[in-house]
C-alpha cells in the first residue's frame, strides 16, 4: 500500500512563508513526476507545480516567482516553498505523485494540508 503524506500547512499572514512537504512510503519501486494542486472554498482543484524525475519543473501562472518545488529522491519527498503568501492562496493543498508499486504506475493522492493567508 502506497501512502501520501503532508505537512506544513498553518495560518500564516500575507507576505509570509510556508513550506508544505510530502512523503510517499509504502511499497515503492520508483516515483515518477510530482505535483501540487491546491483546492479553495468553492473552487476546483487546480495544478500549482509539478516537477520530473529530472527535476524539471511547471508552475501556474499565479505563484510563478513566489513558489518552489523540489524533490529529494532519497527519501520520496516533495516540497513547496511558498514565500511573499496572498490571501487569495488560502486552500487545501494536495500532493499527487505517479508511483510505480510493481504492476506500473499510478496516480496517488495525499489527503491534503490547509494554508490560511491572513490579511
Known amino acids: 500500500q502506497v501512502q501520501l503524506v503532508e505537512s506544513g500547512g498553518g495560518l500564516v499572514q500575507a507576505g509570509g512563508s510556508l513550506r508544505l512537504s510530502c512523503a510517499a512510503s509504502g511499497s515503492i519501486f520508483s516515483i515518477g513526476a510530482m505535483a501540487w494542486y491546491r483546492q479553495a472554498p468553492g473552487k476546483q482543484r487546480e495544478f500549482v507545480a509539478r516537477i520530473t524525475t529530472g527535476g524539471s519543473t511547471t508552475y501556474v501562472d499565479s505563484v510563478k516567482g513566489r513558489f518552489t518545488i523540489s524533490r529529494d529522491n532519497a527519501r520520496n519527498t516533495v516540497y513547496l516553498q511558498m514565500n511573499t503568501l496572498k490571501p487569495e492562496d488560502t486552500a487545501v493543498f494536495y500532493c499527487?505523485?505517479?508511483?510505480?508499486?510493481?504492476?506500473?504506475?499510478?496516480?496517488?493522492w495525499g489527503q491534503g494540508t490547509q494554508v490560511t493567508v491572513s490579511s
Open positions: 499527487n505523485a505517479l508511483i510505480d508499486s510493481g504492476s506500473g504506475y499510478r496516480s496517488y
